[in-house]
């Protein structure tokens, strides 16, 4: 059975005020095509369909045209992540057309979306929603039990159990070993993190240890967005997809991929083959002065989504207006002086007696590392000259 694993789309998600829509729409394209190019028996996708609890109306629309196209050609498991409203991407999920099923609720943890595979094994697809441990510690204990700990572990172990327990009594009476697949959403031990995912630390701990996921023969994870394998036990793999595209600078190094597995009767066969994905603009970082940048040493990142730090020992004039015009695409633009030696903190006792004067030159010696010249020093008296005299006239 061949499995396509995605994640973290984050639909209506912007860059910077870059809307991403577009972008994200031609992942979507690329997607429903290696559907159909690579016989994909079933696309799981483990979470963050959506960028926030109330997506924009354009959002809701690609998302519905995508499902009904995935529909047509393979079976679609998608769960929430700690980005989407469990209640909104899950209601009415009864409607959907076979072949959809989106599992939205804690309560179905242990009962599986059944697939059947060409060799006519069944296969058996756990959806973990993102389980927010004030709400599931409830909605997951044993009757008569008290609330479960506080934590990631303790919801997310309770979850595993019930998985566990059901595809136990599944094995038990079915004829061929079934095949099984979690779908969940969290960070676990030993994953790499950016600066881009939502936090979701609960009592200072926001990770779940890989051993509590064992127990399955491939484990799709979505939250952090970086492509990366995360060790578990023996006889299962677990993995995380990653976001189709990066959504911060510190995402601009990560190859963004779809994860192709084949699951066959003794579980994961070979390894997982990790599909790149369409990359729309890339992202990239330039620093230097403003002429290295505007002549050779920017060249390479004209047409880039690029952060840029101009390193003049004073900000040149026009420098946004500049940058902009060699860097179309720039996103953010900094002025960030050479280092003159480490500076420190700048503490000043400023009173009704201070002169204002020497307490802004201070100030700008601070941030430049040099006392403001005498035409700067001129523009400063002016300044305050000015304010005091509005304020006299008040």
């Keep these: 059975m061949r499995i396509l694993h995605t994640s ?25 095509e290696l559907t159909r190019s690579e016989g994909v028996d079933a696309v799981v996708v483990a979470g963050d369909v959506y960028d926030r609890a109330i997506p924009p109306v354009e959002a809701v629309t690609l998302l519905s045209s995508t499902l009904a196209r995935l529909a047509e050609i393979t079976q679609v498991v ?19 057309r076979d072949g959809v099923h989106v599992r939205a609720k804690v309560a179905d943890v242990g009962r599986p979306v059944e697939l059947v595979t060409t060799d006519g094994a069944p296969a058996l697809v756990y959806a973990l929603p993102y389980l927010d441990p004030d709400a599931a510690r409830i909605a997951l204990r044993e009757e008569d039990e008290a609330p479960l700990a506080r934590s ?5 172990g309770a979850a595993m159990r019930r ?9 038990a009476a079915a004829t061929a070993r079934p095949r099984s697949l979690l779908v969940a959403h969290a960070f676990v031990v030993g994953g790499e993190a950016s600066e881009s995912e939502r936090d979701i630390r609960v009592g200072g701990v926001d990770t779940v240890p890989a051993a509590v996921l064992d127990g399955v023969d491939y484990v799709a994870l979505g939250h952090l967005h970086g492509a990366q394998r995360v060790s578990t036990g023996e006889g299962t793999v677990a993995r995380y997809s ?41 992202l990239s970082e330039v620093s230097g002065t403003l002429d290295e940048l505007l002549g050779a040493a920017g060249e390479p990142h004209a047409d ?32 960030r002086p050479p280092d003159r030696g480490l500076r420190e903190s700048l503490t000043l006792a400023v009173t009704t007696a201070s002169d204002p004067l020497v307490v802004a030159a201070d100030f700008v010696q601070h941030v430049t590392g040099d006392q403001p010249d005498v035409r700067e020093t001129a523009a400063l008296r002016l300044a305050f000259e000015t304010a005091n005299a509005a304020e006299r006239s008040a």
């Design 8 to 32: 973290d789309w984050h639909l209506g998600r912007t860059l910077h005020g870059v809307d991403l829509l577009e972008h994200q729409a031609a992942y979507l394209d690329h997607l429903v």
């Design 78 to 96: 998608v769960t929430p992540g700690n980005h989407d409203s469990a209640t909104r991407l899950g209601f009415g999920a009864e409607l959907w």
């Design 152 to 156: 990631h572990e303790a919801v997310t």
């Design 163 to 171: 998985v566990r327990a059901d595809l136990a009594a599944r094995s």
């Design 242 to 282: 990653g976001s189709p595209l990066a959504y911060s600078f510190s995402e601009m190094r990560q190859h963004k991929s779809t994860v192709l597995v084949d699951l066959g009767p003794d579980g994961v066969v070979g390894t997982p083959e990790l599909v790149p994905a369409p990359v729309p603009r890339r």
């Design 304 to 335: 880039d989504w690029v952060r840029v730090t101009v390193t003049d020992p004073a900000r040149p004039r026009e420098m946004n207006a500049r940058i902009k015009e060699r860097f179309p695409h720039a996103l953010v633009m900094t002025h």
